[in-house]
Nanobody
Framework: QVQLVESGGGLVQPGGSLRLSCAAS????????MGWYRQAQGKERELVAT???????NYPDSVKGRFTISRDNAKNTVYLQMNTLKPEDTAVYYC???????????????WGQGTQVTVSS
């Protein structure tokens, strides 16, 4: 079984910073692209950032320049550094990863359980 476990969410004031982490564990060969998504109450899940295995990154305009995604392949972990947070960044943040597990011969997408980020004064 493959699991993704997020940590680092919480309550922060506008203009503040948070760093999210997501670690993959279980039986697998390799992790390809990893990413962060978020879902605000009453809205659809949306992309926040993605990173390839060789650290190519992609961001939507809404977070570009404020958020930075990174990864540590040795630790099977992806990070999201969020700066200059705004109330509209409030959401549940989910990590995901495309993983070649030992149980299946193809890449599958796995999701973490989500971590709440609340930006409020």
């Amino acid at each position: 079984q493959v699991q993704l476990v997020e940590s680092g969410g919480g309550l922060v004031q506008p203009g503040g910073s948070l760093r999210l982490s997501c670690a993959a564990s279980g039986s697998f060969f390799i992790i390809s692209t990893m990413g962060w998504y978020r879902q605000a109450q009453g809205k659809e899940r949306e992309l926040v950032a993605t990173i390839t295995r060789v650290s190519g990154t992609n961001y939507p305009d809404s977070v570009k320049g404020r958020f930075t995604i990174s990864r540590d392949n040795a630790k099977n972990t992806v990070y999201l550094q969020m700066n200059t947070l705004k109330p509209e960044d409030t959401a549940v943040y989910y990590c995901n990863a495309n993983i070649l597990s030992r149980a299946a011969p193809t890449y599958n997408t796995y999701w973490g359980q989500g971590t709440q980020v609340t930006v409020s004064s």
